[in-house]
């Protein structure tokens, strides 16, 4: 589902990808804090192009896969694929922190959405978020970026809109990370967040045409500070 977004999609999608939405996103750096500290990221122009490589070729790509595969499998009432996703993204993580960081996250966002804003049962994809949330066969641990394809296609959500707003969610709490870490100033943080609107534009586009061959990563000095962090001596953040 993709075009404009209606009145009511918008004001959900601003809900979900809230920094105040409950799932604690501002407590983790994705790693980010580590190369930060080795001295790998010290100035906003270092921020941009770590934060594009993690957008284009790391966890921002394959999640946007993830979540658009998500959202049409809900869409199509395929319960047994939704699960299936979920533990292919639970899987993928590259190491225990990256592992915590989406399955603490997803699942708050799901136990928030079922608290506060339950969807419709009655549309397929409701159906799809109701069969994996009740009864004895429920999920009980969610990696994030399925548990938001689910939702915003079972609150009826633009596919588009869905996979750019969390892209941007994304986005920005790491240049927020980086804003107390480094620190940097608020204005060149915003700056950051405003050269990256062409790469997240373009990274939406390529995942609603992936499938899940095209997953996969090459932010291999990413994934080695999300291991390093686990047993760095003074943080501020749980990734």
């Not at 990808?17 to 804090?33: N, V």
């Not at 049962?121 to 429920?138: D, E, I, M, Q, W």
């Not at 689910?150 to 809109?161: F, G, N, R």
Request: glycine residues 8%; aromatic residues 8%; contains cysteine.
């Amino acid at each position: 589902m993709t075009g404009s977004v209606s009145q009511s999609a918008l004001y959900r999608l601003l809900t979900f990808l809230s920094p105040a939405f409950p799932i604690g996103a501002f407590t983790y750096s994705h790693g980010l804090e580590q190369i930060i500290d080795a001295g790998g990221v010290g100035t906003a122009e270092e921020l941009r192009i770590w934060l594009k490589d993690i957008l284009a070729h790391g966890a921002g790509r394959s999640d946007a896969i993830l979540m658009s595969q998500t959202y049409r499998a809900a869409l199509a009432g395929s319960v047994e694929t939704v699960r299936e996703l979920a533990e292919l993204g639970l899987a993928l993580q590259p190491s225990k922190e990256r592992h915590l960081e989406t399955s603490a996250q997803g699942t708050a966002f799901i136990d928030t959405v079922i608290a506060s804003w339950p969807p419709e049962p009655k549309t397929t994809a409701g159906a799809v978020f109701s069969g994996l949330n009740n009864g004895n066969h429920a999920m009980t641990e969610w990696p994030y970026p399925v548990a938001l394809g689910l939702v915003c296609a079972a609150h009826e959500l633009p596919e588009d809109a869905s996979l750019t707003a969390f892209l941007q969610s994304f986005t920005a709490n790491l240049i927020s990370a980086a804003v107390r870490a480094v620190p940097l100033g608020q204005n060149e943080g915003q700056r950051v967040l405003a050269a990256l609107e062409p790469v997240i534009a373009k990274v939406t586009a390529k995942a609603m045409n992936a499938g899940l061959d095209d997953l996969g990563t090459s932010t291999f000095l990413a994934d080695i500070a999300s291991m390093a962090h686990e047993t760095q001596y003074s943080r501020l953040f749980r990734s």
